[in-house]
């Protein structure tokens, strides 16, 4: 494992985005694996279900694990890389802020929850639905369905993980610790992806224009 981790370090330090690019590659198709995974296996729990449905036996959808993994090596990579080293440049140099201090690791959650996290999901429901040969406007209908349940399920998670990345990881290892809980991102929103019209979202879509009302009528 030690060998690994220097093998990984030299890597980073030689190529530094293609190490990133290859590594989110490989953790976001291991991740589509799971969520297909995942899906299969909650499809066979309800309990009235034929016997010839139970017993299909899961076949993965390699077309898709190729294209979540391309996600991850086309944009994860290359955009992480760029956005925590440039993100932590500007607040250090542009804004004078003194590393690890509560303000500069604030501000770096802040502006990775406002800017990185939602530009993520767009570019990920947005890019699955071409890859899946949908038209314009069904990417649309998707990314309405999709964007704010996920949005909003994933804003009480990754802030929480980045108070710890950001105060305490160096710049250059931040991505790598975003990749390992990326394996378990990437199952999710594969997960969601695959739920399509699935009824908890439309309850959440509900649930966001009922709370609107409320507040307009306030």
């Given at each position: 494992m030690l060998r690994l981790w220097r093998w990984y370090q030299n890597c980073l330090a030689i190529h530094p985005v293609k190490t990133q690019m290859i590594s989110s590659g490989v953790l976001w198709g291991v991740g589509d694996i799971a969520a297909q995974t995942i899906t299969f296996s909650m499809a066979k729990k309800p309990l009235q279900i034929e016997d010839k449905e139970r017993d299909k036996k899961l076949k993965i959808n390699w077309k898709r694990v190729a294209a979540t993994s391309l996600f991850g090596f086309g944009f994860i990579g290359p955009a992480g890389h760029f956005w925590y080293e440039g993100l932590d440049r500007f607040l250090k140099l542009r804004m004078g802020m003194q590393q690890n201090s509560v303000r500069f690791v604030a501000s770096k959650v802040a502006l990775d929850g406002i800017i990185f996290g939602p530009l993520d999901l767009l570019v990920f429901f947005t890019y699955m639905g071409f890859?899946?040969?949908?038209?314009?406007?069904?990417?649309?209908?998707?990314?309405?369905?999709?964007?704010?349940?996920?949005?909003?399920?994933?804003?009480?998670i990754w802030p929480i993980l980045q108070i710890a990345n950001f105060r305490y990881i160096p710049v250059r290892y931040q991505l790598l610790y975003v990749n390992v809980f990326c394996l378990i991102d990437s199952c999710f929103l594969s997960w969601?992806?695959?739920?399509q019209d699935a009824a908890w979202k439309h309850w959440f879509k509900q649930f966001l224009h009922l709370d609107g009302q409320k507040d307009k009528g306030g």
């Open positions: 890859s899946n040969g949908k038209s314009v406007p069904q990417i649309k209908d998707d990314v309405k369905r999709d964007f704010i349940p996920a949005l909003a399920l994933e804003g009480g969601i992806e695959q739920q």
